[in-house]
């Protein structure tokens, strides 16, 4: 079977940078197209080029929208570090951006590859954007899914995740006009815990973007333990690329899903209705349960078989 075709917008940020190593190994990633979130736009670019250019990846890189729809640019420096690298140095990158409009990329692609999954993991201002300039985008897509939201509880306030949170009038545009979507939210990626083990099998390997990974798992771990107790960090952005590539590892149901804009307390929420119903009254699948142990072990082994190519 061919590998899926997979076209990745994203915030690098640590975990997306997890995520890419991942999906260059399990996907055919034909293109990556960046997003202002975790941190700045021209930090997510960067670490993106510098990400791709030290596992040896030939994939064109993107430069995508540097602000939300309506709000001014937020990120999460606090978790991620102001680079997005967290603690980590990376070599500056020494080729450039494909382009700098990542909306035409998106549109172009889609309508030249087949059966195009577009993984978003990051806030989905580029994919809004994409739909606002061509409606029809989602029939040419074999499908969208996102890392974001949750049906309960968030991570930056108590209703929201950050994805969401950061672009929530993207958001809307996104569950309400994008065809067939899967939601991979927090509900998935904090049953998936990478920590002390991983990192010692990562580093062990010895090899430039195992070793990347491990150091950028330590500082996740780190960050983990001191905001949550926990003993391993959740890398969400991964948990979506194996969403796509390994479907029989996650479990979820399709349900209504709403964005919540003006809410005092839960601007940015993802208000699932779990009320049941009939399946055809959503579009949204969204993802409850997941094979950890599964899962784990697959971006460990991507990780590492990526370097070794």
Known sequence: ?????????????????????????????????????????????????AVTELAGLDIPVHRGASRPLVNDPIDASRIHGATGLGSVTIPEPTRGIASDDAVAFILDTARSVDDLRVVAIGPLTNIALALDADPSLPDRLGGLTIMGGAA?????????????????????????????????????????????????????????????????LDYAVERSRE?????????????????VTHPELFGGARRPVALELTGTHTRGMTVVDERGGEPD?????????????????????????????
């Open 1 to 49: 079977m061919s590998p899926v075709r997979m076209l990745i917008d994203c915030d690098p940020g640590v975990d997306d940078a997890i995520a890419l190593l991942t999906a260059a190994h399990v996907a055919d990633l034909v293109g990556i197209t960046t997003v202002n979130g975790n941190v700045g736009i021209d930090h997510t670019t960067r670490n993106a080029l």
């Open 227 to 243: 905001m949550k107790g926990w003993d391993g960090a959740p890398i969400h952005d991964a948990c979506a690329v194996l969403a």
């Open 152 to 216: 309960v509880g968030g991570n930056v306030t108590a209703t929201a995740e950050f994805n969401i949170w950061a672009d929530p009038e993207a958001a809307d545009v996104v569950f309400r006009l994008g065809g067939p979507l899967t939601m991979v939210g927090l509900d998935v990626t904090h049953q998936v815990l990478l920590g002390a083990r991983e990192c010692r099998r990562l580093r062990a390997a010895g090899t430039p973007t195992s070793v990347l990974a491990a150091d950028l």
């Open 281 to 309: 009254d959503s579009h949204v699948t969204v993802l409850r349960s997941v094979d950890s142990r599964s899962v784990v072990r697959h971006i460990v082994d991507a990780v590492i078989a990526v370097g070794s190519n």
